[in-house]
């Protein structure tokens, strides 16, 4: 009697390319770890900016691929909590936290750990019910751009870390703050650069051109940061023309 061969059970698989991306983002956010503590401090910033360009990357290859995968959706939030949650804060604690008095320094970091993670939960669970216009609060990626920005700025020009803990205790609290807030902010999800745009875009472009070529660090972090305030001070001004009209 012959027997036919028993087919073997399909193991599920994953899609390659767009999980390699997402390591990468993952491996750039350990990196700025170890340097850190190197005290490499810019490096390690640098890092996390490579970081989110491999997050905004992987998301559009599998699009383009059409290799999305519910596997692929945990593991860039796992990877967004370590590239854009521990990492900064471990990084901005070794860089001017650890020298506050107290613990201050690591409950502000912490502070910062919890927003992130608790931002990606968030939209995690509302990814499919919210505007896509819109992001309600600070998306992880902007919170650590405005954070590793000012330690990029602060090392490339020379600041005493320790002078300035109290202002770096209140951005990297702000920033864990404002991810945890329910502020709207601009997605830019439907920004087509086949779209006509205002004349005056072009010298608003050639100016913050010319300040990159200037002061790279500087110009990143001025506009993370106008964006960061963006949302707060759009708020602001629609409570002040309500109470103008009421």
């Known amino acids: 009697m012959v027997h036919e ?24 956010g350990f990196y700025a770890i170890i340097a850190a503590t190197h005290g490499k401090f810019e490096q390690a910033a640098m890092a996390v900016f490579l970081a989110m360009v491999f ?11 059409h290799t999305q995968s519910a596997f692929g959706v945990q593991y860039d939030s796992l990877s967004d909590v370590i590239a854009f949650g521990v990492a900064p804060a471990v990084v901005v604690y070794l860089w001017a936290l650890s020298g506050i ?37 600070l998306a992880s990626p902007a919170a650590a751009a405005l954070v590793m920005g000012m330690v990029w700025v602060g090392v490339e020009n020379a600041w005493e870390a320790s002078s300035h803990a109290g202002w770096v205790w209140l951005v990297t ?12 902010y601009a997605s830019f999800k439907g920004f087509d650069l086949r779209r006509r745009v205002s004349y005056l875009s072009v010298p608003l472009i050639l100016i913050v051109f010319a300040l990159a070529m200037r002061d790279f660090a500087l110009t990143l972090w001025g506009i993370f940061l106008v964006y960061a305030l963006s949302a707060p001070a759009y708020v602001l001004y629609r409570r002040v023309v309500r109470l103008a009209r009421s």
């Open 5 to 28: 061969p028993l087919e073997r059970p399909r193991g599920k698989a994953i899609y390659l390319l767009p999980n390699l991306i997402t390591t990468a983002a993952l491996f750039s």
């Open 55 to 65: 997050d905004g990357l992987d998301g559009r290859v599998a699009r383009l691929t």
């Open 101 to 137: 008095e107290g613990r201050w320094g690591w409950v502000g970091a912490f502070v910062y750990v919890a927003g992130a993670a608790l931002r990606l939960a968030r939209f995690n669970v509302q990814v499919d019910t919210t505007d896509k216009s819109v992001f309600i609060g």
């Open 173 to 184: 609290v702000g920033a864990g703050l404002l991810m945890v807030s329910s502020l709207p």
